[in-house]
């Protein structure tokens, strides 16, 4: 397989990415899907009961602290659900296309796991300094406060695509306040 293939796999599956988790962060974790409540409740109900885009925004309790993750079985699950498109080229003789795949979506869980993390549980981390986790962070904080805007955390394409990207608040509330925490106000 030649670089440019693996270069066109990877940029596509992270283009791909940014759809698939807009997917399943409006229609799997913001609401029940036919009668699967498991996201919806482990997401909607008990991550966004306790972070809210104020200053519950930040861990405030200790015994909280596991609702900031998914599961640990969601990363394996959700690159395979992710993979699952590219299979006929691996029947058709190309299984590095799918294995690509498969390493490019746990690697885009994984990062989105580390930047929620990082946004929920601040430490001054070398990633919490960086331009780019501020700007994603100030995304986030406006999802926590509007549900069904900003459903990206890592790549915002799929929110900018698909009209959902918010970049400032249409209205005034009291704001999470921190180093690394953006000014979303209108």
Excluded at 69 to 81: C, S
Excluded at 158 to 179: E, H, I, N, S
């Amino acid at each position: 397989m030649d670089l440019f293939v693996i270069f066109c796999t990877i940029s596509l599956t992270l283009v791909y990415n940014s759809f698939f988790e807009w997917t399943l962060h409006r229609y799997f974790m913001h609401r029940p899907f036919l009668g699967w409540q498991y996201p919806f409740e482990r997401h909607a109900q008990t991550h966004h009961a306790l972070f809210k885009a104020d200053e519950s925004y930040h861990l405030r309790e200790e015994k909280n602290k596991w609702t900031i993750p998914m599961a640990w079985w969601n990363g394996p699950a959700i690159a395979m659900v992710a993979t699952l498109p590219t299979l006929p080229f691996g029947w058709l003789g190309g299984w590095n296309i799918p294995l690509i795949v498969f390493c490019v979506s746990f690697c885009y869980y994984g990062t989105y796991e580390y930047l929620h993390w990082c946004m929920h549980l601040p430490r001054g981390r070398r990633v919490e300094r960086t331009g780019l986790f501020f700007r994603l962070n100030g995304h986030h904080v406006l999802h926590h406060r509007y549900p069904d805007r900003n459903l990206n955390v890592v790549f915002p394409l799929a929110d900018f695509c698909l009209r959902t990207l918010l970049m400032r608040a249409p209205t005034r509330f009291k704001q999470v306040q921190g180093y690394m925490v953006p000014d979303v106000q209108p």
